[in-house]
């Protein structure tokens, strides 16, 4: 159980362009799932807090016009890096928790590499 | 803020052999959990443990425990009888009672020898 997916696994696209990705909770429905950043041998920098039915709640310096995020379903949450440039290259890692449980785990996407050219 | 520091950047161990890798937390509250989760070369985040604060217990999973001293505000992870998939990045992460965030440590690198 407690499995979160996400797609694509690797996207290279051209600097100007959107890049969509999505995170899904396969077995369990997600009130909240989360967004992070990854650099490489560095810790997961939190970019934002994603409610189904609400506005997302981003972190301090993390541009919303940049990053949108939508989360519509229980299960489904979307990040879209729009206008890239090389400069968002990285791995983006989503996770999810389980609305139904108390406990506060996060259970993680297996990420997405993004490469800007 | 709370702030979780991991000391260690680095850590290696023998296959078979044990390894403690540390983390110390900094918080005003009461109540909140604590994790450890292994990324292997993979990038998957896996979690190994989780511990809730009230539980005076400390928690194992198989191979894994913890050492949670709540006053010290410490939460180490003992690894027994290492084994070579165990080689990975490790972070400690904390979540307050009342909130959704977890906030990170910068990781350990754990490199088991054979």
């Known amino acids: 159980g407690a499995v979160v997916s996400q797609h694509p696994s690797w996207v290279i696209c051209k600097s100007g362009t959107s890049v969509k990705i999505e995170c899904r909770s396969l077995d369990f429905q997600a009130t909240t799932m989360f967004w992070y950043r990854q650099f490489p041998k560095q810790s997961l920098m939190l970019m934002a807090t994603s409610n189904e039915g609400s506005k997302a709640t981003y972190e301090q310096g993390v541009e919303k016009d940049k990053f949108l995020i939508n989360h519509a379903s229980l299960t489904l949450s979307t990040l879209t890096v729009t206008s890239a440039h090389p400069e968002d290259s990285s791995f983006y890692i989503c996770s999810a928790r389980d609305h139904e449980l108390a406990e506060r785990t996060q259970y993680f996407g297996p990420g997405t590499r993004l490469l800007v050219l | 803020a709370q702030t979780v520091t991991q000391s260690q950047p680095e850590m290696s161990v023998q296959e078979a052999e044990t390894v403690t890798l540390s983390c110390t937390y900094d918080?005003?509250?009461?109540?909140?959990?604590l994790f450890w989760y292994k990324q292997p070369p993979s990038r998957q985040m896996i979690l190994v443990i989780r511990?809730?604060?009230?539980?005076?217990q400390n928690a194992t999973e198989n191979r894994f425990s913890v050492n949670f001293q709540k006053a010290a505000k410490s939460f180490s992870l003992k690894i027994s009888d290492s084994q070579l998939g165990d080689a990975a990045m490790y972070f400690c992460a904390y979540s307050a009672e009342y909130g959704n965030k977890l906030v990170f440590g910068a990781g350990t690198i754990l490199r088991v020898k054979s």
């Open positions: 511990q809730e604060a009230y539980k005076q």
């Open positions: 918080t005003s509250e009461s109540d909140y959990y």
